[in-house]
């Protein structure tokens, strides 16, 4: 069953959300959904950039003026 | 209105521009630049004259140094603030950053979240404002219209600009996360 | 972005119906913009200069903010996250903007007249090396070179305001010790200019083959680390 992990990136400064969301990604199973919510603009283009390349399902909403979700679903 | 659908919005207002627009928009702002101001771009020169305007105004003085020794230096302090041209455009990119995100709706204050960051912020500050100095410049004015003046000076910022990102890295994945 | 019925994606804001209505902040946008113009009017019946530098900083600021331009993440991302995309975008500026500089000052210079900018030509010394070695650790520590900053600092994080406060204090420590800095190192440092050595084409023509050649090395490090993980 897949599982959904949230990553609560707020406040926090370039690179940390990207890091942070590596490492997350790593745990996680097949399938599973990591959500990470960030506030930084920087982040909201270099998370989902480095998702992609590493061959994930990515999607991104913003949820909120200046805070976005992206949805990481693990695929390799 | 609707004006959030609108796609000139959308694209231009609305989404993020990509890296290569970016460097192709600053590239044409940087000539433009040299072209109307004889001088390339250039950041933290004038946060010196920042410096010396607070510490006047707690009762000290730099008019016996060396580095504001010059005429030009010395009527650029005595202007003040909104006289300086360097020191309004460096305001200038903070207004025009906050209009980017305000257009969007994207702005939020982030406030500063641990000790780690207010560590990192001071650490950083004094280093990126010492070494900007004894360098001629920062990312601006020595890496970016450095290298794009021909100066050997700017290839060499990079080398070690890159050389102590690596060490900053380290430090930042080591002590700051 | 379409609303599949297969998408990953559901908000927790939308879970929770906290979702907030957006577009509101528009209307502050268009005042600051009002603001930003009377501004410019104000320091133009100073002097026109100080009203260009106005314009240009809003312009750059606008546009590093747009495009998530960071130095800072050209230099760390290669180390730190195998990423080069910012650093490529980097190299595209210096050659660009490399290529309008040198048509300004290869025509002031034809002309007989003074080029201009060659105040940036800065002498190569000890001071440099150390200097920009300070600045690399700085940077990436405060999440943020100086364009960075100021961008950050418009775009409401709390963190950069601090680091630009002690910025501003470093570079007035930096002033201070300037005079010694001067007298030990760069007194005897050379200024390179590099069409004095290899002339105005060959100096523009290496130096975009320079450019050219780390483009290729960045594209060829981002795809490393994928093939590295594809082959684990």
């Known amino acids: 069953m897949a599982k959904e992990v949230t990553l609560d990136c707020m406040g926090e400064a370039c690179p940390v959300p990207l890091i942070k969301t590596e490492n997350a990604l790593k745990k996680l199973a097949l399938g599973d959904v990591l959500v990470v919510q960030i506030d930084h603009s920087c982040a909201m283009k270099n998370v989902p950039e480095w998702a992609r390349k590493e061959g994930h399902n990515v999607e991104i909403e913003e949820v909120d003026d200046g805070e976005w979700e992206v949805f990481i679903e693990k695929t390799k | ?160 600009l890159f050389l102590g990102a690596m060490v900053g890295s380290k430090l930042l994945v080591k002590y700051f996360m | 972005m379409a609303e599949s019925s297969t998408s990953i994606r559901t908000s927790s804001r939308a879970r929770t119906g906290t979702k907030k209505k957006k577009a509101n902040q528009l209307p502050f946008g268009v005042i600051l913009f009002t603001g930003m113009i009377a501004f410019g009017i104000y320091l133009a019946t100073i002097s026109a200069k100080l009203a260009l530098f106005w314009i240009l900083g809003g312009c750059f600021g606008f546009i590093l903010q747009k495009s998530r331009f960071c130095f800072t993440a050209s230099m760390r991302d290669p180390y730190l996250t195998g990423s080069t995309s910012v650093t490529r975008a980097v190299l595209i500026a210096f050659a660009v903007t490399t290529i309008g500089f040198t048509a300004i000052k290869y025509g002031a210079y034809i002309k007989g007249l003074p080029i201009p900018g060659q105040g940036y030509i800065a002498p190569i010394s000890l001071a440099t090396v150390v200097g920009a070695f300070m600045f690399g650790i700085g940077m990436v520590i405060a999440g943020g070179c100086a364009s960075g900053t100021l961008m950050r600092v418009g775009e409401g994080f709390g963190m950069q305001i601090l680091s630009l406060f002690f910025f501003v204090i470093g570079s007035l420590w930096g002033a201070h010790d300037y005079g010694w800095w001067k007298l030990n190192f760069m ?46």
Do not use: H
């Open chain 2, 1 to 160: 209105m609707d004006i959030k659908n609108n796609k000139f919005y959308q694209m231009w207002f609305k989404n993020a521009w990509t890296y290569v627009a970016g460097a192709v928009l600053l590239s044409l702002f940087q000539i433009v630049t040299l072209a109307t101001t004889n001088d390339p771009w250039g950041v933290s020169g004038p946060f010196t004259n920042w410096g010396a305007w607070l510490y006047r105004a707690i009762g000290g003085s730099v008019d016996k140094w060396y580095y504001f020794s010059s005429k030009g230096a010395q009527a650029t302090l005595a202007g003040g603030f909104l006289k300086d041209p360097g020191s309004i455009r460096n305001l200038g990119v903070i207004v025009g950053a906050l209009l980017a995100a305000l257009l969007a709706s994207q702005f939020k204050f982030k406030k500063i979240k641990s000790l780690k960051q207010v560590v990192a912020a001071i650490l950083g500050g004094l280093l990126m404002g010492y070494g900007a100095r004894i360098a001629a410049g920062c990312n601006i004015g020595a890496l970016y219209s450095g290298i794009a003046s021909l100066s050997l000076s700017g290839w060499v910022f990079a080398v070690f």
């Open chain 3, 187 to 232: 007194i005897t440092g050379k200024k390179i200019f590099l069409p004095d050595i290899l002339g105005w084409g060959g100096a523009v023509a290496v130096q975009l083959l320079v450019i050219a050649v780390l483009y290729i090395a960045a594209d060829k490090w981002e795809n490393r680390k994928l093939n590295a993980d594809e082959n684990d």
